[in-house]
Nanobody
């Protein structure tokens, strides 16, 4: 059974940083792309950033220059470093990964940015 477990969410003041982590565990033979999505109340889930197995990254325009995605393949973990957070970044953040050619989602972690 494959699992994705996120950590690192919480409450932060506007302008502050926060780092999310997502670790994959279980019977893993291969991990291709990994990414982060978010969903705010009343809105659809949207891509924040993703990273290929080779380290190629892609960012949504609304986080470019503020967020950085990275991964540690030895630890089966993907990270999201979030800087200069804004109240509009408040959402549940979900980890996503292509593991063994299937898509898995984490349970989500709440990020709340106060003004």
């Amino acid at each position: 059974q494959v699992q994705l477990v996120e950590s690192g969410g919480g409450l932060v003041q506007a302008g502050g940083p926060l780092r999310l982590s997502c670790a994959a565990s279980g019977s893993i033979f291969s991990i291709n792309g990994m990414g982060w999505y978010r969903q705010a109340p009343g809105r659809q889930r949207e891509l924040v950033a993703d990273i290929s197995s080779g380290g190629r990254t892609k960012y949504a325009d609304f986080v470019k220059g503020r967020f950085t995605i990275s991964r540690d393949n030895a630890k089966n973990t993907v990270y999201l470093q979030m800087n200069s957070l804004k109240p509009e970044d408040t959402a549940v953040y979900y980890c996503n990964a292509n593991i063994n050619l299937r898509i898995y989602w984490g349970q989500g972690t709440q990020v709340t940015v106060s003004s």
